[in-house]
């Protein structure tokens, strides 16, 4: 049997890793897009170094766009094989992908709009809504800690990272050559504590383990100086700049911390009186799903929905969903704050929010989680002055800020802490994947530390044989 890194090796989106077994089964295991960095990221997403229908089974840790957005192209290229993930995983997946595919239409209809004016022939999305929603019947849901055989010599087993509601490690058992090797995929892993999922779950024993480092060279700061930082930053736009506030997140699970810790600061009175609007669509579906996945709630969580019917809710609130709502969004000059997607910045209505504010020095743009190099978001971060949004030069002349400790994202303390779990005697060897080259040295130097050995760190297209 043997493994090979395709997407998601010493870079941060993409992930897509393919175990071929000595009986011929072909198994990927997550199957994301690479997201920021042009017509180089496009090439990337089409040119796959596998025919996707050789493909039996897609095992998929969440439903984020960057593990599981590609499904519906491989569906559109011949796929019908069985993608495997938790039940709230496959309902987030049924709204995440058509929307994914509404944005992959929207986007190249603008940029094809550019490739005529200079004369350029115009290009095809990656997918449509209609491929992704046809992907769905392959989709085959799971709970938390229920063993799965899909074929004789197959076995698995999801338990709970407390990244995103239902994302769970892939424990994957293998029978081969009358021995069975043990495989744990994390995807990504959330933190100890997170304001509305169950914190991070210990996983079966692992021969093989594969595991993030997207934060693997930083520390949080702690959650409440976060919730403080960012109840300042609504007043001093809002009220003393009488600016516009936006605040790119994503829309699940991301959007529902941000909307809840509003709602805390409203109930108790220190809220200023600036209406605040969810832009997403997508965000409003997901609220409602929510709502079907009580089994990945938090102590605290549940006895708030015991007596609030809504608590993702409250009296300035308001969710848009239509288009032209949006669009007055932008055309208003009240302060304001705006929650929209997606999180990087790469697609959705967001980017139209930041083409329409991002040079106007009373606003703010907020980044509220992990930007991925190369990025629209990461590169606002790192302090660029001019920008392309839609293929037109922005001069970045509002305040821009981030708050790390909204991030879904285990630091490297915490990640480490995760795998403690693990006998690291058993351990024959740890795969680093989803990160940046510094922060997979750094981590591999820390988990070394702390112990841990024959860790690895994959380049893309690098192959291991696993016995």
Known sequence: MKITFIGGAQQVTGSKFLIETDKGKKILLDCGIFQGKGLETDAMNRDLPFSPGEIDYILLTHAHID????????????????V?????????????LADSGHIQESDTHTFNKKRAREGKPAVEPLYTPEDARQSLELFVGMGYKRIFQPEEDLSLEFTNTGHMLGSGVVNLSVKEAGKTIRIAYTGDVGRPYNRILKPPAPFPQADYLITEATYGNRLHPPAQNAEEELLEIVKHTCVTKKGKLIIPSFAIGRTQELVMVLNNYFNEGRLPRVPIYVDSPLAVNATDIFRLHPECFNREVMEVMENDPDPFGFGSLRYIRKVSESKNLNRSDAP????????????????????NNISNPRNTVLAVGYCADGTLGHRLIEGEKEVSIFGNIHHVKADIRKIEAFSGHADYKEMADFLECQDKQTLKKIFLVHGEPDALNHYSNYLASRQFSNISIPAAGQAYGLS
Do not use: Q, W
């Open 84 to 96: 495997i993930c938790t039940n709230a995983t496959r309902d987030l997946c049924s709204i995440m």
């Open 336 to 355: 304001m704050v705006i929650i929209s997607a997606s999180g990087m910045m790469e697609a959705g209505r967001i980017k139209h929010h930041l083409a």
């Open 67 to 82: 593990h599981s957005g590609l499904i519906p192209y491989m569906y559109h290229l011949g796929f019908r094989g069985s």
